[in-house]
């Protein structure tokens, strides 16, 4: 939420207010700034944001032989693309959450950003349009003998935030 404790009298402090709410808003974390005679707090998510889910699964083909010898495989990459003026923020430990729905053996996920656009209203900074996420899997290990002939498998869930660019 941000809170605004000066107005703009001219064009080039609202535009100057502008830049310093939107770098507010990718930064994070609680930060004060001053510009232009304005002091912005910010204190969590902005009200313009949207939440995108995407789930990728996989199991391993066969599973663990009796020398010990084990399966791996990757899911194929799951893509969210934002459009317009929706951006991801990679700098905010809280843009993504990963939920494990199920899982046997050793498991583990990858996420990618991709498509970094420049935002306009602050030059030299660019964000992401896309996160990709994709799960990979190993059968478990033996022993137990239980587990000879054991596939792996992750199933797995990434909701992602964006943010929206103001302009």
Not at 74 to 99: A, H
Request: aromatic residues 8%; glycine residues 8%; contains cysteine.
């Amino acid at each position: 939420m941000l809170q605004q404790t000066a107005h703009a009298n001219t064009p080039f402090q609202a535009y100057a207010q502008a830049r310093v709410r939107l770098l507010l808003s990718l930064v994070g974390r609680p930060f004060v700034a001053a510009a232009v005679g304005l002091t912005t707090k910010l204190s969590g998510w902005s009200d313009s944001m949207a939440e995108f889910s995407v789930v990728a699964a996989v199991t391993t083909p066969g599973g663990t032989d009796v020398d010990g010898e084990r399966e791996s495989a990757q899911s194929d990459w799951q893509k969210i693309t934002l459009s317009g003026n929706e951006r991801f923020n990679p700098n905010d430990p809280n843009v993504y959450s990963v939920e494990c729905i199920s899982q046997r053996g050793d498991t583990d996920y990858q996420v990618v950003w991709d498509d970094y656009t420049p935002v306009v209203l602050i030059p030299g900074l660019t964000l992401p349009r896309t996160i990709s996420f994709r799960t990979t899997c190993r059968s478990p290990k033996v022993p137990p003998l239980s587990n000879i002939g054991v596939s792996g498998s992750a199933h797995a869930k990434i909701t992602a935030r964006s943010i929206v660019i103001p302009g």
